[in-house]
């Protein structure tokens, strides 16, 4: 066992000594294993960071809550035509009452406007200070216990403020640094556009998606809302997006509320057994399904396009290893006659591929690693860099190696010795 590790050892000192003789050919030969698995390392940092950063906001979505909307991620997802979705009926804040009246599993029930198409943004603006235009919610006074959002400074609207239409505001934490920068906001009288809402609340800051702030909004009252914002109209299409967000009570399942919650949505929406629902049921759970999909599916494009980088990679090494081996017949030649048995040969020969190709691998590595981490410093990009990106990018330059050697090291162990030590 002693004997054949020193040999291993001899070997790979052997092929690091040819690499180091020629070091352009081997630089050259090894560009396309180095693209391959740079690709593989710097994307795979950049899916799996965004993949992250989009989980963290999915879970404050809750695990025992669902939404109801008139058209989810899901529906987008599922590549179903944008315009069919705006045929379905608008989501109103009697289906609210109903559900909080009329399913037995239902605890908190809350509803929110102003997502999706159709959204209102404007300018908010507080004496020398104003934001850019930025998105405008309009939420009941329940909303928070189902978004599982917390307010830093203030408070959150009272329920006689939602029923009396009363002009206040709560901020996200991007506009309220934007304009108190150095002021306390509570009680401070702010223009949205060109009404006049008093700040009584911020919001604790939210996880960045993509590098960008997911903070720059306001919440106004939905009553408010409604009196304040028309709704827009396209197409003849009404675009405004009311969403309801439902939280199990306690001792109920999600399974059995969103159950009961179908049943009644398919009966206000006059719904025959045969038809499919006219809206959609979103769990933090469907979501996170969703994005797996997603990242999965990119991931694998990802390979498939990193393996053609690689496959050039690897018709490189043969092509310069199968050079290597007509310009060093004589020494195979002197090597056979003092004794070296062809296995010896073959295996030289292999793991010089092998070390060629895993020094691709670990140079793409350190690349990928620093393009991860310079668009994350740069562009404040989420990354991650899991360790088996790592194992995937050693491992595919290892298995190109092996695979694309082994034609060059067969015919260097199987050259005759008389013959090669004639070879000139």
């Known amino acids: 066992m002693a004997a054949r590790i020193a040999l291993l050892g001899e070997i790979v000192a052997m092929s690091l000594d040819t690499l180091r003789s020629n070091k352009l050919r081997s630089a050259l030969t090894i560009l396309g294993v180095v693209i391959g698995v740079t690709s593989i390392v710097a994307m795979t940092a950049l899916i799996r960071g965004f993949g992250d950063n989009l989980h963290a906001l999915i879970q404050q979505l809750g695990s025992d809550t669902i939404y109801i909307q008139k058209a989810g991620f899901e529906s987008f997802a599922s590549g179903r035509d944008f315009w069919e979705l705006m045929k379905r009926p608008a989501l109103t804040a009697a289906d609210a009452r109903a559900i909080q009246e009329q399913v037995p599993s239902a605890g908190t029930v809350t509803y929110y406007i102003g997502d999706g198409p159709g959204a209102q943004a404007r300018r908010l603006t507080y004496r020398g200070h104003s934001t850019k235009q930025i998105g405008i919610l309009g939420a009941d006074a329940d909303w928070l216990q189902v978004t599982f959002l917390n307010v830093a ?35 401070k009288e702010i223009r949205i556009g060109t009404d006049r809402y008093t700040v009584i609340g911020v919001l604790e800051k939210r996880p960045a998606l993509l590098g960008a702030s997911t903070d720059e909004f306001a ?33 109920a399942s999600r399974d059995q ?47 498939v396009i990193s393996s053609i980088a690689l496959m050039v990679g690897g018709i490189g090494v043969m092509a310069i290893m199968t050079i290597s081996v007509t310009e060093r017949t004589r020494e195979i030649g002197i ?35 620093a393009i991860g981490l310079g668009v994350n410093r740069l562009a404040g990009f989420p990354v991650s860099l899991p360790w088996w990106s790592f194992a995937l990018g050693i491992g595919f330059s290892a298995v190109v190696g092996i695979f694309f050697g082994l034609y060059p090291a067969i015919r260097a162990a199987r050259l005759d010795p008389i013959e090669a030590l004639r070879y000139e």
């Open 257 to 303: 509320l969103m159950l009961e919650v179908e049943q009644l949505m398919r009966s206000r929406h006059h719904l025959k057994l045969d038809q499919p629902n006219d809206f959609d049921l979103v769990t933090a759970e469907s979501a996170t399904r969703i994005l797996d999909q997603l990242t999965q599916a990119i991931f694998l494009a990802l390979v």
């Open 153 to 187: 400074q203030g408070r959150f609207f009272a329920p006689f403020e939602v029923e009396r239409r009363r002009q206040v505001a709560v901020l996200g934490d991007a506009p309220a640094k934007v304009l108190f920068p150095d002021v306390d906001p509570i009680g």
């Open 335 to 369: 090597r056979e006659a003092l004794g070296a048995k062809r296995r010896a040969i073959l295996w030289q020969f292999l793991i010089e591929a092998v070390v060629l190709t895993s020094l691709g691998g670990l140079l793409g590595i350190a690349l990928g690693s």
């Open 219 to 251: 919440v106004v009252p939905a009553t408010t809302y409604d009196k304040q914002f028309p709704t827009l109209r396209f197409r003849g299409y009404l675009m405004r997006f009311l969403s309801i967000g439902v939280a199990a009570r306690p001792g």
